[in-house]
């Protein structure tokens, strides 16, 4: 079966880098055409898509945090990674890996999520 999982820390210091790493198991991020993605959601509100990173390695980011997001892969691992740098207190939320699908912004597969706080 397929499995996400994210791991990273649960608190970070403002101004400091927010790393997360998405393992994959039972699917391939290489597989053709496949998109694999970082989503927040914050406390009470809706999902916000953060970035993508195709099968070739290629990437999307949203606008407005774009400048300060960068998304990676480490395929020897069947692993994607986030940075988010510059973090503030409103990038408190609840961050999901998820992907497996032939279209962009659309999630086969989710992992259970990893709340970030912020610490101010």
């Known amino acids: 079966q397929v499995q996400l999982q994210e791991s990273g820390p649960g608190l970070v210091n403002v101004s400091q880098t927010l790393s997360l790493t998405c393992t994959v198991s039972?699917?391939?991020?290489?597989?053709?055409?496949?998109?694999w993605s970082w989503i927040r959601q914050p406390p009470g509100k809706g999902l916000e898509w953060i970035a993508y990173?195709?099968?070739?390695?290629?990437?999307n980011y949203s606008p407005s945090l774009k400048s300060r997001t960068s998304i990676s892969r480490d395929t020897s691992k069947n692993h994607f990674a986030l940075e988010l740098r510059a973090v503030t207190p409103e990038d408190t939320d609840m961050y999901y890996c998820?992907?497996?699908?032939?279209?962009?912004?659309?999630?086969?597969?989710w992992g259970e999520g990893t709340q970030v706080a912020v610490s101010s």
């Open positions: 990173i195709k099968y070739d390695g290629s990437t």
């Open positions: 998820g992907g497996g699908t032939t279209r962009a912004y659309e999630y086969n597969y």
């Open positions: 039972g699917d391939s991020i290489e597989k053709d055409y496949t998109y």
